[in-house]
């Protein structure tokens, strides 16, 4: 087992003082997986893909962040993503082999350089959060409940495109139970900065809270 394996709580905390970039905390979020995948715009080719796994804890619990570098057709691939602990229940969660302020530091090296990122934001919420006035749910035009050959058939899910958004491309959302998942699809060209992290997964979280909840962003009504 490794060093960073091995982390304690203080250690968790000392490296979130010592941090140099803003990582989600997934507070006030039914996000339980980010993931920002893009290519630099600029820079030396890297032909080896490098990969580093770290875990550090988040208002929600302990996430692990993963970053590879390197590798590609053009060897600036750049790769963050970061899932909560609780997915890995009864699975094999990742390999820890550093630490967040190393991979922070590594992200860090590229700081100002542009960047061409895809990104992926998946959810989880209980219907109960959902409001039935709103959003692409129950309000939107998918919702849609009919009946063929006397069989009454309602509409569960939808893999939904978002035109003429600056942001969000698609969006995918499914029923289960009491609750629903539902994927969040952006695509953005941003730069690496201390908050880029933070800053793309406000901007899901907003879309995800507009679309699928029918609330409000975090700048205000919807």
């Known amino acids: 087992m490794t060093v960073a394996a091995r982390m304690t709580k203080n ?4 490296e979130r003082r010592a941090s140099v ?3 989600p905390d997934f507070k006030d979020s039914h996000s339980f997986y980010f993931q920002a995948c893009g290519q630099l715009s600029s820079g030396g080719y890297e032909e080896e893909r490098r990969e580093y796994v770290a875990r550090y804890k988040t208002v929600s619990g302990l996430a692990y962040l993963r970053f590879l570098a390197g590798g590609g057709k053009r060897g600036r691939h750049f790769h963050v993503d970061i899932a909560l602990s609780r997915i890995f229940k ?3 969660a990742p390999k820890v082999n550093s630490t967040r302020l190393t991979i922070e530091q ?7 350089q542009p960047l061409e990122v895809h990104l992926l934001a998946q959810y989880a919420a209980p219907v ?3 409001n039935t006035d709103s959003g ?3 309000a939107g035009p998918s919702a849609v409940a009919s009946t063929v050959n006397g069989t009454p058939v309602e509409i569960a899910g939808a893999h939904l495109f978002i035109r ?18 539902a994927d969040v699809y952006a695509q953005s060209t941003t730069a690496v900065t201390r908050s880029y992290l933070t800053d793309l997964f406000r901007r899901a979280e907003d879309a995800f809270n507009v679309y699928i909840l029918g609330s409000k ?5 919807a």
């Open 11 to 14: 250690d968790l905390k000392h």
């Open 21 to 23: 970039l803003d990582l």
């Open 90 to 92: 009864g699975q094999a």
């Open 106 to 112: 590594e992200i860090f090296q590229r700081l100002d």
């Open 128 to 130: 109960s959060d959902v």
């Open 136 to 138: 692409i749910v129950f």
């Open 164 to 181: 003429n958004h600056d942001f969000v491309r698609t969006i995918d959302w499914e029923l289960y139970k009491d609750g629903l998942f």
């Open 217 to 221: 962003t975090h700048d205000g009504p």
